[in-house]
């Protein structure tokens, strides 16, 4: 199988600018696609497009992870229907170090042999005279073909008043990012997101124009969740790669959340996995789906290789939670991201501490009444950090996780999180 059959069986291809791209694939090249700094950590869509680039490396090719600290000032109009919200110098500076934090984990930088390189094109654009750009970069684009552009109609139909001079010229500005990357590390084909056609394109053109040669592209399909929504900051679903925005559980849960159509085309897409894997767990679907065991491994292998072993024994102990698990372990921001969606109610330490749990779970709205409560302790069946609360447990200072956070629970599953302030 040609590296390119092997990336169309792992749905990372839609469409290359050239038959002859798998071909050239057959031989060593330097690659590279470009990562928008709009927040300050990826998310699941970006790392379709950091899986893409670990294949590529792993069979060989020298890859280039591009940070768009110049054109994140500015914002790509691609795939979207309303005008980008500007970003300062310094939001993209702080977004870029949550960048390149995330790149490190996946991408071999440090690989004695073949090493990922990392690169920030406001390095070549800080210094730019406008008129000399006009000259030499900007003349050799015609306004008929940009204005072709899939990303540039979409724009100009859109209500808010449509595109901005400022967006249409974005396409010039990654036009000339692939061009001198070309000129400085001699990279010929550039990666990206179906979305993403159009800049690519006005890359490949202008090095065909200016130095001769064919340059290609490629790109692969969005991925989208099972309402064929984009995953993306700006749909209010992004799932980030950096726990402090999407924790371990959250992130993990997303995963083992994915649905039975769905999880194959995922373990192919997110996980290194061998295909003959894959087959057995597409068989696990098709047998026995209510076992999920392909959802189980998608979730442990994602979750794995972005937050670590840590991270994923991190969720696989508040999932145990969520089943009448202990919490021991789990910090109170921990517990508040796992409960998020179930009842709760807040206290103040001097209601609630040294006071029988069952009074106090009536008094934070667990139950509707001190009577039920009390009848709910007598019965076995009231919860305290998934012990069970007696008639006569006191809540205790020890009890609370930072000081400020309880777990009750009545019965098997109805949990309730307690916030002491």
């Not at 001198?180 to 001699?186: E, M």
């Not at 145990?320 to 969606?341: M, P, T, W, Y």
Request: proline share 3%; with cysteine.
């Amino acid at each position: 199988m040609s590296l390119l059959s092997f990336l169309r069986s792992r749905h990372l291809v839609d469409a290359v600018t050239s038959p002859e791209v798998e071909k050239a694939l057959e031989k060593p090249m330097t690659i590279y696609a470009g990562f928008d700094p709009s927040a300050d950590s990826l998310q699941a869509g970006n790392y379709v497009t950091i899986m893409m680039l670990a294949h590529l490396q792993r069979a060989g090719h020298k890859v280039i992870a591009l940070v768009g600290g110049a054109t994140g000032l500015i914002g790509d109009p691609s795939g979207k229907s309303t005008e980008r919200k500007m970003l300062t110098v310094e939001q993209v500076q702080h977004n870029l170090e949550g960048i390149k934090e995330n790149l490190s984990r996946f991408l071999k930088f440090d690989d004695p042999v073949n090493p990922a390189i990392l690169v920030n094109n406001s390095d070549w654009y800080r210094d730019v005279n406008a008129i000399d750009f006009l000259r030499d970069i900007c003349v050799n684009f015609r306004v008929p073909q940009m204005l072709a552009k899939e990303s540039v109609k979409k724009r100009l139909e859109a209500t808010d008043g449509g595109m901005t001079f400022t967006e249409f010229s974005y396409q010039i500005l990654q036009g000339n990012d692939f061009l001198h990357l070309y000129d400085t590390y001699g990279c010929t084909l550039e990666v990206g997101g179906s979305d993403q056609w159009g800049n690519i394109t006005a890359g490949t053109d202008l090095i065909h124009r200016l130095r001769g040669v064919e340059a290609y592209g490629l790109t692969f399909p969005l991925v989208c969740d099972s309402n064929g929504i984009k995953f993306g900051k700006s749909e209010g679903n992004a799932i980030f790669l950096d726990s402090r925005k999407t924790s371990c559980y959250d992130f993990y849960q997303f995963f083992l959340r994915a649905m039975d159509s769905d999880v194959i085309r995922y373990l192919r897409i997110f996980t290194f996995l061998p295909e003959e894997r894959i087959l057995e767990l597409e068989k696990c679907v098709r047998d026995e789906p209510e076992k999920r065991e392909a959802q189980k491994v998608l979730a442990e292998e994602v979750t794995r290789a972005v937050h670590g072993e840590a991270g994923l024994r991190q969720a696989l102990k508040a999932t145990d939670v969520l089943f009448g698990g202990s919490i021991e372990g789990l910090s109170a921001s921990e517990l508040e991201s796992i409960f998020k969606n179930v009842k709760s109610g807040s206290l103040a330490v001097a209601d609630a501490v040294g006071k029988p749990v069952f009074e106090v779970a009536a008094a934070a709205g667990m139950t509707a009444s001190k009577g039920e409560a009390r009848r709910l302790a007598q019965q076995g069946g009231l919860f305290l950090n998934g012990e069970k609360a007696a008639l006569d447990r006191v809540l205790a200072a020890e009890d609370l996780v930072e000081g400020r956070v309880a777990v009750l629970r009545s019965g098997k599953r109805n949990h309730f999180l307690l916030r002491l302030a």
